[in-house]
T-cell receptor, first 113, second 115 residues
Framework: AQSVSQHNHHVILSEAASLELGCNYS??????LFWYVQYPGQHLQLLLK??????LVKGIKGFEAEFIKSKFSFNLRKPSVQWSDTAEYFC???????????FGKGTRLHILP | DSGVTQTPKHLITATGQRVTLRCSPR?????VYWYQQSLDQGLQFLIQ???????AKGNILERFSAQQFPDLHSELNLSSLELGDSALYFC??????????????FGEGSRLTVL
């Protein structure tokens, strides 16, 4: 069965700090990988996705993620965070053409102004 | 605005009761997903429907059931409620072109409190 682990449940950073949120998945085959974000008071929305090809994918608001197949990882990065990045971030995985999409438990990111 | 509508936004009820949560997907989307979000369990996949048929099942309790109607809206029924059922219940939808790709559009959730 697929599973997703997010290592950090709560992260606190100062503005301009660099960010890396860890995500590891458990699945033996080809996967689609995603990061979703939930800003305070808003619905979850897609931040970026990986289906195939270049393992370094870029999303909205300066975020990027790198798929490392050998490590079953898909870590989210941003070189310099802003206060407006305060949100909860979810990593998700599914197999292509599979209807089940599994999410990690989420990481709450708090940026200090 | 994602285009996915969930009602009610908040619901307070007592143990043993039954509630129904409703979801209207984005116009044109055929798939509806239900997730439960709690502090300790994170975002748990419950069930998914595609064009009226159940397609995938996750950690959904037997006390819970769902269906998708011909107009594509979906309802999640929670019965014999327990304190531990208190959570935020999300609905998400995806379109024919995104089925199986994981691109979901989420509603704002229904917050259920069981007292």
């Amino acid at each position: 069965a697929q599973s997703v682990s997010q290592h950090n449940h709560h992260v606190i950073l100062s503005e301009a700090a660099s960010l890396e949120l860890g995500c590891n998945y458990s699945y033996g085959g080809t996967v689609n990988l995603f990061w979703y974000v939930q800003y305070p008071g808003q619905h979850l929305q897609l931040l970026l996705k990986y289906f195939s090809g270049d393992p370094l994918v870029k999303g909205i608001k300066g975020f990027e993620a790198e798929f490392i197949k050998s490590k079953f990882s898909f870590n989210l990065r941003k070189p310099s965070v802003q206060w407006s990045d305060t949100a909860e971030y979810f990593c998700a995985v599914n197999a292509p053409r599979d209807d089940k999409i599994i999410f990690g438990k989420g990481t709450r990111l708090h940026i200090l102004p | 605005d994602s285009g996915v509508t969930q009602t009610p936004k908040h619901l307070i009820t007592a143990t043993g009761q039954r509630v129904t949560l409703r979801c209207s997907p984005r116009s044109g989307d055929l798939s509806v997903y239900w997730y439960q979000q709690s502090l300790d369990q994170g975002l748990q996949f419950l069930i998914q429907y595609y064009n009226g048929e159940e397609r995938a099942k996750g950690n959904i309790l037997e006390r819970f059931s769902a269906q998708q109607f011909p107009d594509l809206h979906s309802e999640l029924n929670l019965s014999s409620l327990e304190l531990g059922d208190s959570a935020l219940y999300f609905c998400a939808s995806s379109g024919p072109g995104t089925r199986g790709t994981g691109e979901l559009f989420f509603g704002e959730g229904s917050r259920l409190t069981v007292l």
